[in-house]
């Protein structure tokens, strides 16, 4: 289900961010952007993940992000 959807970054600060969310075959890409400072995140889900959990997993992968927390949150090879 390709389309943009606009979400908080948390309760204690309001801001706003867009998820792009494209349907590759069996899976999803997506990709949420803090609109105020820029930042970015990507990641790929199974194309059968529930909308609500794909969310929550770009809000979270985003605030760590914001953090500036650039490890990798698991094992794997960043590219």
């Given at each position: 289900?390709?389309?943009?959807?606009?979400?908080?970054?948390?309760?204690?600060?309001?801001?706003?961010?867009?998820f792009?969310?494209?349907?590759?075959?069996?899976?999803?890409?997506?990709?949420?952007?803090?609109?105020?400072?820029?930042?970015?995140?990507?990641?790929?889900?199974?194309?059968?993940?529930?909308?609500?959990?794909?969310?929550?997993?770009?809000?979270?992968?985003?605030e760590?992000?914001?953090?500036?927390?650039?490890?990798?949150?698991?094992?794997?090879?960043?590219?």
């Amino acid at each position: 289900m390709p389309g943009a959807h606009v979400a908080a970054v948390s309760a204690d600060a309001p801001e706003e961010v867009i998820f792009e969310i494209t349907r590759i075959g069996d899976v999803q890409r997506v990709a949420a952007v803090h609109i105020a400072t820029g930042t970015e995140v990507v990641f790929q889900t199974p194309a059968t993940a529930a909308l609500v959990d794909v969310r929550a997993l770009g809000m979270q992968l985003l605030e760590r992000k914001l953090a500036g927390d650039d490890r990798p949150a698991g094992p794997g090879i960043v590219v």
